[in-house]
Nanobody, 124 residues
Framework: QVQLVEAGGGLVTAGGSLRLSCAAS????????VGWFRQAPGEEREFVSR????????FYADSVKGRFTISRDNAKNTVYLQMHSLKPEDTAVYYC?????????????????WGQGTQATVSS
């Protein structure tokens, strides 16, 4: 069982930056692949980024590639999402999620554990 708690959301102007964090409980956090997803009002939840168990293999949605960086510190049971050059269309509730599958995944349905989300709002 893993419990996830996101933090770091807020209000920024376009072009600004935010750093989200996802703190996990449990001694086996390094056994889980972790992803970030986001959901804007009236939209479906969408994949943003994911990172492997070791933290060596990140992957990004095309919409955020080159602007967002995912990382993890297994010693601190924490995953980060550094967001730069933010755009109004990045406005959403951001969720971190974890799965225990052997293969990496970008699908909402394949993640077993979810945080409560943190709101990021980018004004124009």
């Amino acid at each position: 069982q893993v419990q996830l708690v996101e933090a770091g959301g807020g209000l920024v102007t376009a072009g600004g930056s935010l750093r989200l964090s996802c703190a996990a409980s449990g001694r086996t956090f390094s056994s889980y692949g972790v992803g970030w997803f986001r959901q804007a009002p009236g939209e479906e939840r969408e994949f943003v980024s994911r990172i492997s168990r070791t933290g060596l293999i990140p992957f990004y949605a095309d919409s955020v590639k080159g602007r967002f960086t995912i990382s993890r510190d297994n010693a601190k049971n924490t995953v980060y999402l550094q967001m730069h050059s933010l755009k109004p269309e990045d406005t959403a509730v951001y969720y971190c999620a974890a799965h225990s599958r052997l293969s990496p995944s970008s699908r909402v349905s394949e993640y077993d554990y979810w945080g409560q989300g943190t709101q990021a709002t980018v004004s124009s």
